[in-house]
């Protein structure tokens, strides 16, 4: 079975400053999606950034870009210039040829001003 | 931009009730879905739903639980005889049939509490 780990349940940052979270995944699957969503205290779900295992080029979105490294089965996020509004829990995912996401424990951020 | 709305947004139920949890997803996506999160912990898949069936299910999704759509805009979860371990944040979300691999637009959930 797929498995997703982040290994950081807790991160700090500075405003205006970059941080990566870590993340994971185990699959014997070649193709397959990843992802970052965040949940704000409210627990919404949102998407952040997705990245096609296919694709070589790191996904970007704004201030948040990906280091997807496949043969290392690694996808962590990076968010530069962070934000207050940044402050959340972060969750990795991963989706193969099944219909389900597979989620990671989440990493929370917090974001110092 | 559209949404997936999820009512109520926190129900409280008695140990051994029936509840249901309410869903509207987007209106052109046809894959449906049903997570759970337990306080602390991971987001957990129980079901997907398409073509008015059930497509995938985990070994959470027991003869306890439920899904129907029963007018072409709601999906609903039901949970036939609620227990205190089924306490938890209950999110649905749904996908566009032509890019299900690109991410699901989930609801704000709905925080079930059974005492």
């Known amino acids: 079975a797929q498995t997703v780990t982040q290994s950081q349940p807790e991160m700090s940052v500075q405003e205006a400053e970059t941080v990566t979270l870590s993340c994971t995944y185990d699959t014997s699957e070649s193709d397959y999606y990843l992802f970052w969503y965040k949940q704000p205290p409210s627990r919404q779900m949102i998407l952040v950034i997705r990245q096609e295992a296919y694709k070589q080029q790191n996904a970007t979105e704004n201030r948040f870009s990906v280091n997807f490294q496949k043969a290392a089965k690694s996808f962590s996020l990076k968010i530069s210039d962070s934000q207050l509004g940044d402050a959340a829990m972060y969750f990795c995912?991963?989706?193969?040829?099944?219909?389900?996401?597979?989620f990671g424990t989440g990493t929370s951020l917090t974001v110092i001003p | 931009e559209p949404e997936v709305t999820q009512t109520p947004s926190h129900q409280v139920t008695q140990m051994g009730q029936e509840v249901i949890l309410r869903c509207v997803p987007i209106s052109n996506h046809l894959y449906f879905y049903w997570y759970r999160q337990i306080l602390g912990q991971k987001v957990e898949f129980l079901v997907s739903f398409y073509n008015n069936e059930i497509s995938e299910k985990s070994e959470i999704f027991d003869d306890q639980f439920s899904v129907e759509r029963p007018d072409g805009s709601n999906f609903t979860l039901k949970i036939r005889s609620t227990k205190l371990e089924d306490s938890a944040m209950y999110f649905c979300?749904?996908?566009?049939?032509?890019?299900?691999?690109?991410?699901?637009?989930f609801g704000s959930g709905t925080r079930l509490t059974v005492v």
């Open positions: 979300a749904s996908s566009d049939p032509t890019v299900t691999n690109y991410g699901y637009t």
């Open positions: 995912a991963y989706k193969g040829g099944g219909n389900q996401f597979y």
